[in-house]
Each structure stands twice: as C-alpha cells, then as structure tokens.
C-alpha cells in the first residue's frame, strides 16, 4: 500500500505543477481570487459530499474543533492566500516558494509533536528561510509578472497548510479519508463563505462572455485540483508522515517550469512569458531552500536517537 500512496502523491504534485499556469489564466480578467476560492471549495464540497453520502461513519464531538482548524488553516486560509498570491506574483515564483513548506511542516511538527530539534536541523531552516526570504526580496519592480505581497501570501499560504498538514494527520488515523475531507471541506467552506470578497466576486463573474477554455480551466481546478488533489493527499497521510507528503513539494517548480513552457508553445503574444522569469539568482535561492530541507529532514544517528 505504500507505493500506491507514492503514486498519488506523485500525481498530486504533477496537478499542482499544472494548476499554477491554468489557475494564472483565469484571474483577474475573468474571476477575481476570491470568488474563485468559493468557486473551488463548493464545487468539491459538492463532490465530496456525494461520496459520503455512501460512507456511514460518525465523528465524536471532540475532534469537531479540530476538524475546524482544518477547515480554517487547510482551505480558507490556504486557498485564499495561494489565490491572492498567484494573481499577483509569477507561477514559477508561487511554486519556488511553496518548496519551503517541509521546513514548516518539521518546525510546527517539532513544536506539537515534540520531535527534537538538532543544531543541523536549526542551520537548515536558517539556510531554508533565508532563500525564501531572498527570493520575496529579488523582486526589484522591473519584472511585472512578479510581486512582493504575491512571494509574501504564497509563503504565509505555504506555513498555513503546514499547520493543516501537521493537525489533520491524528484524525487520519481514527477516520476513514473521506469522512475527514468531507468536513474539512464543509468547515472551510463556511469560513470561505463569510470572507468579506468571495460571494461579492462570484456575483461579478460575466458567465456569458467566459470563453470556453475559461470554463475548462474552473473545471480542472475545481475537479483535479481541489477534489482529486486533496482527495489523494489524504489518503497518501494515511500511511506516509507529514514531512514525506510535504517533501513531494519539490517536485512543483519542475513541473510548474515545464508546463509553463509547454503552454507557450501555442500561447499568444500577449501572455507572459514566465519561463523568462528564471535566472541564476531564482536557482540560487532555490539551492538554499532545497539544502535547508535536506538539512533538517536528516534522520538522527541512532546514536542520537539512543540518548535522545
């Protein structure tokens, strides 16, 4: 069963690679971030729940808050800072960043679930932080399809999922998978729901004028992205730990650069072109954040672990 929960996360991060270019396309001409994060989560809410439907299985009360902060960190706040992120910043830039996220999922990981914490692993996330942190702060205003508050929602969306990655995988262990991202969903959607633009910017979208490719783009996202994607993730957390699923994450730049490059083999003239947006500087910091992972998901010597 183990291998099959390497493929689904294998999977899950080519539709993320993807997701970043067709999501791009969409905002803000045709749907404004918000709206589409409501778009998104009442689609999969729907999906979801059509699968419960037929999956008998009751939640004690007391892992309700917990399923809450799921909701709240893993799909409100998650997808309205990636959204809000992505609809200013370069798809490439969003998924460089997000590959800062196994260091956040080992901290809160270490900080909850009292895993130690060594020198090496303390240098990483210095070595870590600092590439994210640089690659935020490269953005000197010349290139427009970067931005500095896009880089800083993408990192805050990043430690927001880190936390839900870290909080959901308890009840992965109590429930089945579906019970779990069927509330989680609900919940997320309630908070999503209230958020002061999501139902303004639905009501704005002109669905009559929407090219047809725009109505595809919606339906990857909200199919693939969101009830595939999160369907698959919890069923990898079933048998994997959080840092394995999170470390799948370094596949995004890759996929998202080779998909970038793909869609503009047939782009038009007036699209960016975000292949462009790489330079030495990008791979650099994407070295630092990549030998900041490798520092801190280091297993201990036994040795260590013995006295530890």
Known sequence: MLWKAHIALFTVNLIYGANYIIAKGVMPDHVDASGFVMLRVTGAVFLFGIIKFFVKEKVERKDELRLMLCGLFGICLNQLLFFEGLNLTSPINAAIIMTFNPIMVLVLGALLIKERITLLKVLGIAIGGAGAICII????????????????????????????????????????????ISRVFLFGSIFVAISPLAISDVSKIEWGSMPVEMYLSIGYVVICTTFMAYLLNIFALKHVNPSVLSAYIYLQPLATTFFAWLFSLWATSDQPDYVATITWQKGLFTMMIFTGVFLVSRPLPASEKASG
């Open 137 to 180: 702060l490269s953005n000197d205003g010349t290139d427009k399809t970067t931005s500095v508050l896009g880089d800083l929602f993408i990192l805050i969306n990043a430690f927001s999922y880190a936390i839900y990655l870290v909080i959901v995988k308890p009840l992965m262990a109590k429930y089945k998978p579906i019970t779990v």
